[in-house]
């Protein structure tokens, strides 16, 4: 029997960055420990925030709403979860039972938006129209900007004041390097741990209270507090640029434990030397949607009419 390395209990997993064999009890303490911590640094959340929490159904999700969950009970913020129906069948809609699930357990009531509502089209009839017109942009691309909108948009109608995401370390690693490789300076500006200021009205504030949580971590913390969560990749993820940088990430990880914190701690000590966002400056609006944009046209508007 391998014991664990604080209780002395039998071990149910290691952690080969930290060399540590633990027990559920001291992983589920250690895990928490991490969102209490950039709780602490990041100033997260206040009390009398009133935090909508993006869930899917998969592990991390499931994770940061356990998580916060407790965390709430103690700093006194309010949790509304609320999830975003792509339309892609047999994937989302099998998900979606399982974050039904975990909000009955918790006893939240669950708010469901979908692409079909917010953009007048599910994922699926999207990916059937790049194919059709043969337009250039990838599934995840448009995933991604179609995805950020409709969370922002429910969590205003679900009135929150903070929106929770389940970015973990490796999510954040992985777009540390994409931005490298890409050449793009400016997304270390537009990225971070918390992402806009109170003076952007349409704009709910994003915090990502996973950003020390490996993956592995996520689904481990599942396990061990027995929390449902639906384990499967989207079907369109083998188009995403981001899938081959994770490869890259996982080999060099296993290679050499500890290397996704060391990406982790090397952006943020870059992010601490880059101007602050100016709390009274209010990005503009897009001249179609009205939503926030820095661009006078929004990239989901652009890429809406490009269906036409």
Not at 273 to 302: D, F, W, Y
Request: net charge positive.
């Amino acid at each position: 029997m391998i014991s664990c390395s604080k209780c002395k209990r039998e071990a149910v997993l290691r952690l080969d960055y930290a060399n540590l064999d633990l027990c559920g009890r001291c992983f589920t303490h250690l895990f928490e420990k991490k969102v209490a911590r950039a709780q602490r640094e990041f100033k997260l959340f206040e009390r009398g925030d009133v935090v909508a929490v993006g869930i899917s159904g998969g592990k991390d999700s499931a994770a940061l709403l356990y998580v916060l969950f407790k965390l709430g009970k103690k700093v006194g913020f309010e949790l509304r979860p609320i999830l975003v129906d792509e339309g892609i069948a047999g994937y989302r809609d099998e998900s979606t039972k399982y974050a039904e699930q975990l909000c009955e357990k918790l006893g939240l009531q669950l708010t469901t938006v979908s692409y079909q509502e917010l953009a007048g089209h599910s994922m699926d009839s999207i990916m059937k129209i790049r194919d059709d017109k043969n337009l250039g942009f990838r599934s995840c691309g448009v995933c991604g900007v179609l995805r950020k909108d409709s969370l922002n948009k429910a969590a205003r109608m679900v009135g929150a004041s903070k929106l929770a995401v389940g970015h973990n370390a490796d999510d954040v690693a992985q777009t540390v390097l994409m931005n490298f490789l890409r050449g793009d300076a400016e997304g270390f500006e537009r990225f971070g741990v918390v992402s806009g200021t109170s003076a952007q009205e349409k704009f709910v504030q994003r915090v990502k209270p996973l950003v020390y949580n490996l993956e592995k971590e996520c689904a481990l913390y599942c396990v061990v507090n027995d929390l449902p969560f639906h384990l499967a990749e989207c079907p369109y993820s083998a188009e995403a640029f981001r899938g081959q940088v994770k490869d890259f990430l996982n080999d060099v990880e296993k290679r050499h434990p500890g290397s996704k914190f060391n990406v982790l701690q090397s952006f943020l000590k870059i992010k601490e030397k880059l101007p602050k966002p100016v709390e009274n400056h209010q990005a503009g609006t897009c001249t179609v949607c009205g939503e926030h944009s820095s661009a006078a046209i929004c990239r989901r508007c652009v890429m809406l009419e490009s269906l036409v």
